[in-house]
């Protein structure tokens, strides 16, 4: 065996498996690098298909800058990413774990009604905790 045969039979391999751990990596949702539209406890539920449909969110008045309202009315649809308090994307099973009380940050999507509270559709939320 040649030394080109056994540096391409090393290379190659090495080379695709960069290559996929960077396509992989690009690929891997993201919190969004914009502020969030809100930033608050979540202060009501309404149920759809054993999951919240839709959910209040009430915040403190000012919201960090970028922020759109200290309160929104917030629809989940099933587009929605979620992640984590640590920004990592979770499953679509950890909308189950929002409950009253639960402190989010919400990325709204399309247009939102300018009423009081304001109304959306949640690009992404990120579950920060109790």
């Known amino acids: 065996m040649s030394r080109v045969t056994t540096c391409r039979s090393v290379i190659v391999p090495l080379l695709i498996a960069a290559i996929l751990v960077g396509v992989l990596t690009a690929c891997a949702p993201s ?3 914009e502020p969030p539209g809100i930033t608050g406890a979540v202060t009501s539920l309404a149920a759809g298909d054993g999951r919240p449909a839709s959910f209040l969110v009430e915040g403190p008045n000012p919201q960090p800058s970028g922020a759109i309202a200290d309160k929104a009315q917030v629809n989940i649809p099933p587009a929605t990413m979620f992640f984590g308090a640590d920004g990592n994307a979770t499953s679509l099973d950890s909308i189950s774990r929002i409950a009253k009380g639960t ?12 009423s009081y509270p304001v109304q959306g559709s949640a690009k992404a939320v990120q579950i920060l905790g109790k």
């Open 31 to 33: 919190v969004p690098s």
């Open 103 to 114: 402190r989010v940050r919400v990325w709204f999507q399309g247009p939102v009604a300018e």
